[in-house]
């Protein structure tokens, strides 16, 4: 487990050091999880693929944020307060963490419904038939 860190973290050093400063500034504002799927993308060569993503900002958007968001091809779906989810080319992150208005970027999550109780209860509905 300590090498598979060891490789991650000098993966994501490489990454840093082939960058502009700028560049590395955003790129801390991606989470490690979505940092390497962006890098898996890139060898694969589908750096246009659209993923979805949920970010944070720092201040209430305006028309302004809006239209800039839209000019990079991010599509935002829904938001809570300061939290938004996107859709948008996987080569477009980049571009969304260099705006100052956003804090922290990362992938989207799947969850899955699990019961509460797995099946070992004997717990029944019964319905009623009439």
Known sequence: MPVRILLFSLIIGFAFWGCKEEDQEAYQKVSPELRATLMNLEKTDE??????????VNE???DLHYDVLKKKQIKILANIGPIFTASLPAERV???AKMKFVDH??????????PRDSGNSNFKIKEKLK
């Open 60 to 62: 209430d958007l305006t």
């Open 47 to 56: 750096r246009k693929k659209p993923i979805t993503v949920v970010f944070r």
């Open 105 to 114: 970027i990362r992938a989207e999550r799947t969850f899955k419904a699990t």
């Open 94 to 96: 980049v571009d969304l």
